[in-house]
Structure formats: C-alpha cells, structure tokens
DNA sequence: CGGTAATCGAGACGGTACGTCGTGTCTTGAG
DNA sequence: CTCAAGACACGACGTACCGTCTCGATTACCG
C-alpha cells in the first residue's frame, strides 16, 4: 500500500515501519472524520485516538488530508478485492448504464461515505498534488471501466464508432458527479434513468 | 449587496456600517486568496491588510468563507453589470453552446479566478450552508441561462420537446466542471465543442 | 514591577496588560518551580496552572526563567516593603555581621527559597543576560547594605580607612556562597561566626 | 577513568566496551558545548557528532550532564599528568597565593574553559548528585592543595596556628568564585592580589 | 448642536492545534 | 554480547490563528 511520501528532508526507513501504527493510524482517521468531519478532525486527535506520537504521523505524510487518502485507498482496496473488477455487460448497454449509475446514487447517498469522500474531494479541488493522487489512483480506475464498457459497445454496434469513449463517459459521470458536489438537486435513481436516454441518444430533435 | 449575516447575539446596525471598511475588507480577502491560497488566508490577515480590526469582520461574516463569498458575489456583480443577461442566441443552437462553453472555459483556465472560484467551490462542498448559498446565488443563475436557451431551441423545434431543459443542461456543464474540479483532462476548446456533439446528439449509434 | 521585556518583533502595549494575568502566572511559577523543580516546570504547566494562554507569557517573558525571575523579584520586593532597608547597626560590627551572616545562613537552608534560588542562580551562571537582571535586581542591592555597614564601621574607626568596603564585604559573601551553591561543607550558624572572625582581623584596623 | 554509570536495571558488560566510541563520545560533547552551549546540546547531537548510536550513550551515563562531567574529567586529568601537584611554596605565602590566585583568574578567563566550567558548576548547583562528584572529582582535590600549603605556613609560623585552614582556604576561593559565577565584578589580577592582603592579613600570626 | 450610542482600529486574552525537536526505550542487523 | 542506526510513544517547545473581549477615538443620528 503505497503512501504520500513525506516531502521532507530525511526519508525514513519503510522496512522498519510499525504496521501496527499504520493500522492504527488509517482507523482512528476514518473514524474521526466520520465523527466530527474533516475540518475538525486533527493530527494530534488522529495520534491520540490511535495511540501513537504525533511524529509517526508527520515520518510518513504530509497532511492530514494524505493521511485521511491513504486510509481511503486502503479501504477501498479492502472492498475492491471482493468484487467488481468490470462493470455489468449483459448485452444491454441502457439497462447496464442504469445499473451502475444508479448504485452510484445509492452510494454517494450513503452518509457512511459521504463525509469522508466529501472531504477529499474537496481537498483535490484546491491541493492539485492530492488531487493529482485521489484522480490516479481512485478515480480513473473506475472511469476506466466505463471506458471497457463502452468499447464493447462499440464492438457491438451499440455506439457510434466515431465516439471516443474517454470522452462519453463523462456524459455520465459529470452530470452526476456536478449534482452530487454542488447540491443543486437530488440524486435519484429516476434521475440516473433520465441521465442515461439523455446521454445516450442526446436531446436533438431528430429531423 | 446582501451578507451572509452573522447569527451572533445581537445584529448589528447596518446603516451604521462603514462601507469604505466594507470594500477594504473585500479587496484584501480577494488579494489574500490569489496570493496565497485559501488555506493560508486568515481573518488575522485580512484584516491586517484592510486596515481594519477584526472585529469588523467578525461583526459582519460568520467565517473568513462567507467573506470570500461575499467579496466574490461582489466581484460578480459588478461584472455581471455589464453584460450577458442571456446566451447568445443566433438560431444555431450548436453554434451558441460552443460559443458559450469555449467562454466558459477560457474562464475556468483564467488564472485570475482559478484559485478564489476552486477555493469557494470546495468550501461549499464540505459546508452545505455555504455551498447552498453559493448555488442559489452564482450557479443557479447561470444555469438558468442554459436552460433558457435551451426553452428556446425547443420552441425553435431544435430540442425534443419531451426534454427537460433543466436537466439536459447539465450534460454541458456537468463534464465541464468535472473535468475543471478533478483535472482529469485537459479544458480545451475542443473539448467543448466535442462535448456539445456528443450531448446534442447523443453517443448511440442510429438504426 | 518592570519585567524582562520580551524581545520579539512587536513590542506589546503594556498599558493594556492584564495583572490579574500577571499575578496568576508568578504564582502558578513559583508555586510549580516549588513542587517539581525548576527543570520540570513547563511554560506549558505555568500557563495552565495559572489559567492562561500560553502566548501570553511569551508576549511578556522570553524564557521560563525570566518568569521565574520576575516571579522572584515580585515576591522580594514583596517581603522587602516590610522591613530591613539596612543591616543592624548595634556599634558592634562582629556581631552584626554574625547576625546577619547567621540570618543569611538559615535563609539559604530554608527549603522553601531553595529550589527557586539555586535554579535562579544556576540559569544566570549560564545566561549572561539573566544573571546581570539577577545581580542587579537582587543581589547588588543586597550588597550596599553590607557595604553601607562597613563604610559606617570605617567612619567609627573600627575598620582600616584604606579598605575598599565593596570588596571587604565579598570576604563574608563570597565564602558562604561558594559552600551554598557547591555544596562543599554544611552551612551552619558556626561556620558563619568563624568566618566573622577570620575576616574581620583581615580589615580590622590594628591598635 | 571512572564513569558516572548509568544506574538502569542490567548493569552492561564494562569488558566489552568500546574505548573508540568513549573517546568519540567525549570529544563530541566537549566540541558542542564549546560550540553551542550546554543548553543547546542534545544527546542526539552528541551521538551523531561522535557517529555513535544513541543507546551508546545511554548504556553508560545517565544524563548529558553526566557525559560532559566525565569528558571533562577525562580533559582534567589529561592536563593533571604534567604538572601541579602542589601550590608553590617560596616560603613567601602572600606572594604564592598571588600566584596562583592569578593563574586560577587566567583560568576562569580563558573563553575555552568557560563554556564547559560554567555548565557544569551551574547543573551542579541543581543537581546535588552531579554536584557531588563535581566537587569530589575536580574541586576537592584542588583545595585541598590550598590547605595544605596553608598547613606548610602554619609550620613556618606564617599563619595563626588555631587557624581551621580548610575554613581559611575560603577567604580566597569563596570571593573569586562569587564574582567568576554571579559575574558581579571583573575578575582581574589585581583584584586577586587585593583579595590576598584583606584575607591574609585576618588569618597571619600576630608578633 | 451637543449628547450619546453605535461602529471602528487596535490588540490582549484564553484557547487549540500546529509542525519540530529531544527524550529515553526498543528493535534490527552487522560484527 | 556490543554497536550504529533509527523508529517509536511521549512531552514540551514556540508560533499562528481562532473567536471573544476590552479599550479609547471617531462618527452619525437624535433630542
């Protein structure tokens, strides 16, 4: 499980790194920002509750924000070992696309995740570094799989072969993704729906 | 200009209000943000650089975040003054939206707004008062132009009718921002305009 | 009470200093440098103690021993107000200088002013700065009285005219010091009597 | 050379020392202190500088000051070999004790041995423990070569035979290391030569 | 048109957290 | 076993800001 390396001027020695702490450490930082949210979660409370000294912390990240990622990525690659290595592809591109945005919407309505990925979002918004890592590392996998979906409906005729797939993904994503970070409505699954005929057969009049 | 009014005790008298300490403070916090980043700006220094005690701030603002906004609805308002209360609208609907999303971003690349817009958009992420308040006053209104204009394409016969242009909307500024908030890609102005082929249109192929 | 003005940056405004604050923080000092000693009282602990922000002892003081030794200052000029502006003057100067120098003996065995006196002391051994507001505060003026006596004693004729008073009194002084700070003997009522007696036929004017 | 060992529960194997790193150890501490003073000398510090591991330091002395009081001593007893056993005795005792009270101002003067004497005399006055063997290992046996050339005068007559002459050995030591430590005045050959006449003047015979 | 009640600049205050440094202990691998 | 190296839990450092709280000194309304 790779870290945000500490910038500073010593880099310590990771073979001799106390997994004990780590583990510690990325469970007391869920935790708290689970509790008391991001803004008034500390470093000093996250070496606290995990029982650990403050400089263990700043050894290995930067930020409260790096420590709060890795103990993300590591979770999410907990969850992502049992299971969904590709998206549905049950031949019918609509009613996969459905599915999977629609599990989306259940999942960023889910408050468990909300604060915590909330909180790095916001956080890659304005920090381009961990920004940078939060896209590479959690993000583009999982655009990535829509990419494969897409191909394959290329492959099967469904979408326009001229269409570059990177690109109609966000068709998908962005919308949903704009409503979710900004509020400006409610994420629901007849909101997933339209989004899908909305994306893919547009909204010209066809002559 | 309307504040974001603090909930303290007692509300202050508005009409004894300095305004000369009212643009200070504006013109410092924007300042502030630009150079050094929200992070590190501070009330300490806004008010140190307005000239101003900080009880002046405190007086009128709940967080240094309503400041910014303030100061940045502010900045909007005087530009808005002169200027689009519409799209532009030449009968050629693609034409209009590649026209528009290319301003737009040329707008989201303008290193000027980069750091102050990233830093309120964030801030609204995490708070949802603030965000809300951002939405209805910066965003929403905007969106109302698209949808605006896209009333009026359905009027023209150019949009399904059976389209709600509120949603529909969002498959223009969705992407847009994603890509802009995530920096996943490039902002180009191809991507604008691919961006208004593919929603326009739709990415499935034709029978 | 002038204090060991800080020297950083910007000079605070003592007019609006707080003497409850003030007063809180000698206390809480004097009274911690009495419990755990001087090298395991804390700025940290003198603050909490005292009910005070840290800041607000490095707005005043640069160090834990200038606190101390305001502290210090505070309480002698404290016990000074009631008394002893001069040393006896009973006609008979070996006597009064047994007493006294007896006095002085049973003051630095009193374990109440040890721990304070000898960590006041180490520190201005080592810093310069310290030890001259140390010497001059406390113990110069100490000294004239011991030098006031003897110029008294010269004036009777019972000490040589060619004395230098300032260096005669550190015969007395300087002996009981060095067995205090260094430990090398007890320091008893006997010692201080010999002393008198040695010293004194060393000045002494002969018949 | 004896050290201060460390009293932690398993004694080390003194056979299997290190003689390199003691001497490293030494010559690491004694460099610092010169350099940076007492206060600013870390263990740390003395470990890196000596390229020597902390636990090193730790295995065989207490505290710093216990490290630089046997650096010191080892220093000591290096300049011991060649010379000084006795105080010079012309059979002129005022003009010895000028001597030597003159080479002990050289001394206290010289900015190489200040550093050093000054830490450790002021941790001594703190710390009794340190203090002790302070006085035991460097002090004692320097006055005791004062008692016992004043012991020689008494034989010669030249001084009060009921004198006490470890008392009167004080008369000189005690002032000049009053005004070395406290700084109250500065130390000059004159000021020794002026101390010899008021002290040896109290203790001589009478005819 | 002077009294008075507010806002204003300034900044001290009690706090919280920061990120760094040093302590003394413990562990690892080489000799 | 000692040693160099250095990670660790811990505690304190001195600094930066927070948001609250006095302080005069304007300043603008009101009687």
New interface residues.
């Given amino acids: 499980m790779a870290e945000t390396t500490a910038a500073s001027g010593r880099t310590p020695d990771s073979t001799r790194r106390s997994e004990r702490s780590r583990r510690a450490i990325f469970d007391a930082a869920l935790a708290l920002v689970g509790e008391v949210?991001?803004?008034r979660t500390t470093v000093e409370g996250i070496a606290a509750r995990a029982g650990v000294g403050k400089q263990t912390i700043y050894r290995w990240w930067p930020s409260k924000a790096a420590v709060l990622l890795d103990a993300y990525l590591d979770l999410a690659a907990g969850a992502a070992e049992d299971g969904e290595a590709a998206l549905p592809d049950t031949g019918d591109?609509a009613a996969d696309l459905r599915t999977v945005l629609r599990a989306t919407v259940d999942e960023l309505n889910d408050p468990r995740y909300e604060a915590p990925t909330?909180?790095l979002?916001?956080?890659?918004?304005?920090d381009?570094v961990l920004?940078?890592r939060?896209?590479e590392r959690l993000?583009?996998p999982q655009?990535e799989l829509y990419a494969r979906r897409?191909r394959a409906a290329q492959d099967a005729?469904?979408?326009?072969?001229d269409?570059?797939p990177?690109?109609?993904l966000?068709?998908f994503?962005?919308?949903?993704?704009?409503?979710w970070?900004?509020?400006?409505?409610p994420l629901t699954h007849a909101?997933a729906d339209?989004?899908v005929g909305?994306?893919?057969?547009?909204?010209?009049?066809?002559p």
């Fill in positions: 949210g991001f803004a591109l909330r909180a979002t916001a956080e890659g918004v304005v381009p920004g940078a939060f896209v993000l583009e655009l897409l005729g469904d979408v326009r072969p269409v570059d990177r690109v109609a966000e068709l994503v962005g919308p949903l993704t704009h409503r970070l900004l509020r400006t409505r909101y339209e989004l909305y994306a893919l057969h547009g909204i010209a009049a066809r």
